[in-house]
């Protein structure tokens, strides 16, 4: 049996092309060496979910006999938004799971996001796993494989916890990915009047890619809110653990603004508190969050990263400009896209125009995530050589986080490598769009500079 290739090991979770990269046969070996990571770790049982992907059944099915031949038993909790995988892990008592998942990859792929005895792997970890099949150091067992349906217990966990202060009118767009399962019902129960949007669970993905980052996937719902008496909307992504947030007008609520507000909400109730958010995020989340009384933590981009930061530095609250929002307060501390939509509901059920509260936010003038396609491995090399080599004449600060974050007096500009598909990803914000121009001019020479003939996406 082939090891499955090196370059489907990422930084924060195991994804490739289905058939290519990623098989039947592969997964069944990463189940192996999972368990054998679990039994070392002391864990006994696994949670496993999966996605609405078409490849989803099958290689949910591979990972569970390789965990159960691992000596590990296996939960299926069926296809489930990844948060709800999260949440089966705490609900079930066994503190680790896995989703079987391509998150917001094209419909040919498919991976893994893991959890082991409440930790998320990432970096090192997944690499030990591959290290394990190509060492074929596993354990061996008989684990036990059993069903469990947590969707009841997680709806009944949120209905307890948020409480809206008045009925609102919403539109939701699924994407036809699996949180068109739940969330639909979610926001009914909670006291809405929901428009449903490509709710279907379909893998093939027939109406727009489940990616809320992208503003082209909003436009069904910027129209749908714009068209009809929705006050506002919400889009998840393909597993479900991201938001987007529409307005009555249709400019879209980018989440580094939504943490503004989830931010402010919080510091009400934990003041002084460490409030996380990504290198991708405004330049004009820090104040806000000083402003509030609470500590602004830049850190490095990727679900697994901020969730082991969150734990690490006991925050509350955290947020990623690709719409990840982690709540430690009142929840678990995982990602998760329905949840969220549930606190920004009961925040913005407390005002009569919902839209009056979020243009009120801090704003300036920006791009949504721009992306430069490179061959695999290319991005990180690319990045690593401007890191050395590339020169900002009037630059404020230059942050090496993670990639490049150049600020400046008044803006700033990002490149940093994906560690799920091989682009370049770039944001620039600025006070004014002259100076919007200016900075990318600034990153336009230096990436040409390394890349000669680039085509670049600004």
Not at 203 to 220: E, I, R, T, V, Y
Not at 364 to 386: D, I, K, N, W, Y
Request: net charge neutral; aromatic share 6%; glycine share 12%.
């Amino acid at each position: 049996m082939a090891n499955p290739p090196a370059q489907i090991f990422k930084a924060y979770d195991i994804r490739g092309i289905v058939g290519l990269t990623l098989t039947g046969a592969g997964v069944r070996l990463i189940g192996r060496a999972l368990a054998s990571e679990a039994r070392a770790r002391g864990q006994t049982a696994i949670a496993v979910g999966r996605d609405g992907r078409l490849s989803g059944p099958a290689l949910a099915a591979a990972l569970a006999e390789g965990l159960r031949e691992g000596g590990i038993d296996v939960i299926d909790v069926g296809m489930v938004a990844t948060p709800l995988t999260y949440f089966a892990a705490h609900q079930l008592g066994c503190h680790s799971c896995v989703s079987v998942t391509g998150s917001h990859n094209p419909p040919d792929w498919n991976g893994l996001k893991m959890v082991l005895g409440g930790s998320t792997l990432s970096g090192e970890d997944i690499q030990r796993l591959r290290a394990r099949i190509e060492d074929g150091d596993f354990s061996a067992g008989s684990g036990r494989l059993e069903t469990a349906d947590v969707r009841s217990a997680y709806l009944e966990r949120i209905l307890a916890d948020v409480k809206l202060v008045r009925p609102m009118k919403i539109g939701i767009d699924c994407g036809n990915g699996v949180a068109g399962a739940t969330a639909a019902g979610l926001y009914r129960r909670m006291g809405c009047t929901v428009t449903e949007l490509f709710c279907e669970v379909d893998g093939s993905f027939p109406n727009h890619h489940p990616d809320p980052s992208q503003p082209a996937n909003l436009a069904d719902l910027v129209n749908a809110v714009k068209a009809g008496d929705l006050e506002l909307g919400l889009a998840f992504d393909g597993d479900g653990d991201r938001l987007g947030v529409v307005m009555k007008s249709g400019r879209i609520i980018y989440p580094d603004r939504q943490l503004m507000l989830f931010a402010k909400d919080v510091l009400s109730r934990v003041p002084g508190a460490e409030i996380i958010y990504d290198v991708k995020c405004t330049r004009k989340l820090a104040p806000w969050i000083r402003q509030h009384g609470g500590v602004p933590s830049m850190w490095k981009t990727g679900h697994s990263l901020i969730k082991g930061r969150m734990k690490e530095r006991h925050a509350p609250l955290a947020g990623e400009m690709s719409g990840h929002m982690f709540f430690g307060e009142r929840w678990y501390g995982f990602d998760d896209g329905q949840y969220a939509g549930a606190r920004l509901l009961e925040i913005l059920s407390r005002a009569a125009d919902p839209s009056a509260v979020l243009e009120a936010l801090p704003d300036a003038v920006s791009t949504p995530e721009l992306h430069l396609a490179l061959a695999e491995g290319e991005p990180h090399r690319l990045v690593a050589q401007m890191q050395q080599t590339a020169r900002f004449p009037g630059a404020e600060e230059i942050i090496r986080l993670d990639g490049l974050r150049v600020e400046y007096p008044h803006g700033f500009g990002l490149a940093r490598a994906s560690n799920t598909t091989p682009v370049i990803v770039m944001r620039f914000e600025a006070d004014d769009a002259a100076e919007l121009a200016r900075i990318q001019g600034e990153f336009r020479r230096v990436l040409l500079a390394a890349k000669p003939g680039a085509a670049l996406p600004f």
